[in-house]
């Protein structure tokens, strides 16, 4: 099947969240430990699921986090209060920043293979807040052509409308489409509409050199 347009997911997948963690505390005020700040971090990002530290009286507004930018910021705070974070809004501020996150060695390359063969991209990504700095900062922006964002479409993956909406925004029927995405749950219901799905790990930025290339090459694109 030829590929001719590409949807990226964008954390754990082009970019993650890697913070400065020096100055976060707990409760006491006192630095928390390396393997705790990790934990957090892990749980501020994972693509699905209900973290550890939400407390009950939100559980049933989890699901719509990335639709309201308010909610966001409420829910997260009290998951990392929950954690035992003393300085929650530290790490908040940096979640919703450019500054903290870091593109994995090969998102420029993936990005510029797909632009060099007149591939249209979309970042496609449940999220309560603009990213678009994110690529700006990293000097990629101008090899995406559209940003479909939940906050802004009023859905979230795995719903199938998200999917076709980038596609439909791209001009690509979704059985010519491939979706590179870090969450079989998430990016993985791409398939749904017809699009081809490579998944890749979340793992550390310094771990993972050319995933995003070996997606691509996966189906002929490179």
């Not at 954390?11 to 890697?18: A, K, Q, Y």
């Not at 910021?73 to 990392?80: D, F, P, Q």
């Not at 390359?109 to 007149?118: D, H, N, P, T």
């Not at 979704?174 to 870090?182: Q, V």
């Amino acid at each position: 099947m030829t590929i001719r347009g590409v949807l990226f997911d964008f954390s754990g997948t082009l970019f993650r969240f890697e913070p400065i963690l020096d100055g976060l505390t707990d409760r006491r005020g006192e630095p928390l430990a390396g393997a705790r700040q990790a934990e957090i971090v892990r749980r501020m990002t994972a693509p699905a699921g209900r973290p550890e530290g939400l407390p009950e009286r939100f559980h049933d507004k989890w699901n719509r986090r990335d639709l309201d930018p308010p909610l966001h910021r409420e829910l997260y705070t009290a998951v990392l209060e929950g954690s035992g974070v003393g300085n929650p809004g530290h790490l908040y501020d940096q979640l919703v920043s450019a500054d903290a996150w870091v593109p994995y060695p090969d998102t420029a390359a993936a990005l510029k293979v797909a632009a060099g063969l007149e591939l249209p991209v979309a970042v496609l990504s449940n999220i309560a807040w603009d990213i678009r700095p994110v690529f700006e900062r990293a000097g990629t922006a101008d090899h995406v052509r559209e940003f479909v964002l939940s906050y802004r479409e009023g859905a979230v993956k795995p719903d199938p409308r998200l999917f076709a909406l980038a596609c439909e925004r791209i001009g690509v029927s979704p059985d010519e489409t491939l979706m590179i995405g870090d969450s079989a749950e998430a990016d993985g219901a791409a398939a749904e509409i017809g699009c081809m799905v490579e998944l890749v790990d979340p793992l550390p930025t310094d771990q993972r050199p050319r995933a995003l290339l070996d997606a691509l090459a996966a189906h002929g694109v490179g």
